[in-house]
């Protein structure tokens, strides 16, 4: 079984839920990627998803943008989880104290997390050494791939035959063009290093499309350049007059997802 909640997307924060178990093991194993919100709104969401974070067996982080970053350092200190980033995310937070808490996150090299297997890849964002992940349970497979700027062909490699994906649509570059944004930073956002744009997540999906991807989470869409309903009619229209064609859901900045279950297409169809 592998399912997940987001609990929270965008540039005001992001965090994610994802939860495997196997047929034998007495309780899943949760791993939390990024955490971007304070304590409390993180123990609140959690606690929206049935969750406390006593539940969360290890964090990932993604790279060290603050709407990554969070609560981190006290998770670790307060509750004494592990986490995994990579050596140049470690070092761009110099300030952090990880103490041992600290796993190296290396691109292509998978992780075995109790029940949950997890793989980093690298992407193109303006950070230090920017990860994002797939996850497994051995026959489930999420993809994740948020902040990036242009989805390379190792990106793309890695989200090959997943069952459900949560993509980056981050902004609409008409609104951006218009927004009160300085140029430098729509420059930036909308550069190779920067954020997918809607029609560049759509295209992304299209060329991911097989038949058994049940599910499309458009996620860390801008509050500012963008709108939930383009974002979704871009998704939408990468899958439009498929015979398989995956569920579109866009997370909300604040209350994110609801749970979904990872699982092929055809399986949900018949269950
Ligand atoms: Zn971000
Ligand atoms: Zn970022």
Not at 221 to 241: C, F, M, T
């Amino acid at each position: 079984m592998l399912r997940f909640r987001n609990l929270a997307s965008g540039s005001t924060g992001n965090a994610t839920v994802v939860e495997a178990q196997q047929p034998h093991s007495l309780r899943p194993t949760r791993l939390l990627v990024d955490c971007g919100l304070g304590i409390r709104q993180l123990q609140t969401r959690l606690a929206a998803a049935g969750l406390a974070i006593d539940d969360i067996d290890g964090i990932f982080i993604t790279h060290e943008h603050s709407d990554h970053i969070g609560c981190v350092e006290k998770l670790v200190h307060r509750y004494d989880k592990p986490v995994w980033m990579s050596a140049g995310t470690r070092s761009a937070l110099p300030r952090l104290d990880f103490g041992q808490a600290w796993c190296e996150a290396r691109d292509n090299q998978p992780v075995t997390l109790g029940d949950i297997r997890f793989t980093p890849f690298t992407v193109p964002h303006d950070a230090r050494e920017p990860l994002q992940l797939s996850c497994t349970d051995g026959v489930h497979k999420l993809g994740i791939a948020t902040d990036l700027g242009m989805p390379t062909p190792h990106v793309m490699q890695h989200l090959q035959q997943c069952h459900a994906l949560i993509i980056e649509s981050n902004h609409d570059p008409a609104l951006l063009a218009a927004s009160s944004y300085p140029y430098f930073l729509q420059r930036r956002i909308s550069g190779s290093h920067g954020h997918l744009a809607n029609a560049v997540a759509a295209e992304m999906v299209a060329a991911l499309m097989h038949d058994a991807l049940a599910l499309v989470v458009g996620a860390h869409l801008s509050q500012q350049n963008n709108r939930p309903d383009i974002a979704r009619q871009h998704l939408e229209q990468a899958v439009a007059g498929l015979a398989h064609a995956p569920g579109v859901v866009v997370a909300d900045p604040v209350s994110g997802t609801a749970w979904h279950d990872v699982t092929p297409l055809h399986a949900s169809l018949a269950a």
